[in-house]
Structures are given as C-alpha cells and as structure tokens.
T-cell receptor, first 114, second 111 residues
Framework: ETGVTQTPRHLVMGMTNKKSLKCEQH?????MYWYKQSAKKPLELMFV???????ENNSVPSRFSPECPNSSHLFLHLHTLQPEDSALYLC?????????????FGSGTRLTVV | GQQVMQIPQYQHVQEGEDFTTYCNSS?????IQWYKQRPGGHPVFLIQ?????EVKKQKRLTFQFGEAKKNSSLHITATQTTDVGTYFC???????????FGTGTRLKVLA
C-alpha cells in the first residue's frame, strides 16, 4: 500500500458504458492528480486538483470527467470511451501542486475499452 | 510546449555492469525529480534535485543536476536484478506547478 488507493485495479468496459475510477489518499496531501500511461508514451497529466479546486485540465476529451468532493478523494468518470483510451490510469497526490517531496502514486487502474 | 526527453529508451545490461540514463529538458528547470516504476507497478519517487550542479547519492544510485539546470542523469553502479524497471525524470519549470515527465528509460538486467 502506498497511501494512495485506487479502485478498481482492472476494468473492462464497452464503448457505450459509463464507469468511474476512484482514488483515495490518507496522507494529508492537498493536491491530487490523474495521469494516463499508455504503452511507449510518457506519463500524460490529465487533471490537477489543489485544495479541491481543479487547477489544470490538460485538453482532455470531455468523455473524461473528474470530480474531487474533498481533499482525500478523487474520481474519474468515464463515458462513451474509445479503444484508444485503453491505458493505465494513475492517481497521485502531493503536499502542494509544486511540492518538493515527490508525488505518491496509487497502483493504478488498468482500463480496457472494447 | 515544454518537452523532457530521456535517453536511451531501452538498456539491457549484464548484472554487475553500470547503467546511466540521461534526461534533457527543452527549458530551464527549477527542480527535477526521479521515479522508478517496476514492471507491472506504479512510479515510486526516488529523489529531488534543486541546485545547479547538485549531486546526490543513494547507495549505488548517483543523481546529478546539470549546471544549466536543463539536464540530469541517473547512474547505477554494479546493477542488480532488483534494478529492473523504467526510470523517469520529471521536471518542474519555474513559475509553474506542473511536473513534466520524461519519456523514461527501461532497464533490463541480465543475470
């Protein structure tokens, strides 16, 4: 356990489904992030929340919708995804948006869109 | 936009050999972080470098930040099979709060 818990670990969904990814951190951090990791690509930052406010939306398609109800929880709502959205989705947290002790990543959700 | 490139993309070494990965940014960085991701795992924070020319060591790992703060390196002495994984650098540009991750170097250690 890293202190950042992601569920589910694996998800297979059809292109017409709606699903949500959940992330929870118990580290007292005040910033949370969603990253997408595809094969042979660098980690792509999707969303940043600082003190529960979204401070970054990295030109992510609207079929991905984040939600941060409090500083410990982060969701990523998915709907009408495409096969190219299949990837490992990583949640991370940190003390500040530009903090100095590194990000703590969760174990990720391996998403397959069929 | 800002880019952070790493070379090599892949490296296979015999156990006991040394390994180095290089990280190059298109812009000057305020600091740089290094992460390790084991196969099937998630990135784990290793270290942060802040000062120009800074060198830090963690056992067999040596991290260096370039004088111009645009490049960095990670050197592993006498690799072991436990060193297998992908090593990422992540750079922070002054005035922003967003770390840009490098493309990663995948290390394979042959026993």
């Amino acid at each position: 356990e890293t202190g950042v818990t992601q569920t589910p670990r694996h998800l297979v969904m059809g292109m017409t489904n709606k699903k949500s990814l959940k992330c929870e951190q118990h580290l007292g951090h005040n910033a949370m992030y969603w990253y997408k990791q595809s094969a042979k690509k660098p980690l792509e930052l999707m969303f940043v929340y600082s003190l529960e406010e979204r401070v970054e939306n990295n030109s992510v398609p609207s079929r991905f919708s984040p939600e941060c109800p409090n500083s410990s929880h982060l969701f990523l709502h998915l709907h009408t995804l495409q096969p190219e959205d299949s990837a490992l989705y990583l949640c991370a947290s940190s003390q500040d948006p530009g903090e100095e002790d590194g990000y703590t990543f969760g174990s990720g959700t391996r998403l397959t869109v069929v | 936009g800002q880019q952070v490139m790493q070379i090599p993309q892949y490296q296979h070494v015999q156990e006991g050999e040394d390994f180095t990965t290089y990280c190059n940014s298109s812009t000057t960085l305020s600091n740089i972080q290094w992460y390790k991701q084991r196969p099937g795992g998630h990135p784990v924070f290793l270290i942060q470098l802040v000062k120009s020319g800074e060198v830090k060591k963690q056992k067999r790992l040596t991290f260096q930040f370039g004088e111009a703060k645009k490049n960095s390196s990670l050197h592993i002495t006498a690799t072991q099979t436990t060193d297998v994984g992908t090593y990422f650098c992540a750079g922070l540009t002054s005035g922003t709060y967003k770390y840009i991750f490098g493309t990663g170097t995948r290390l394979k250690v042959l026993a």
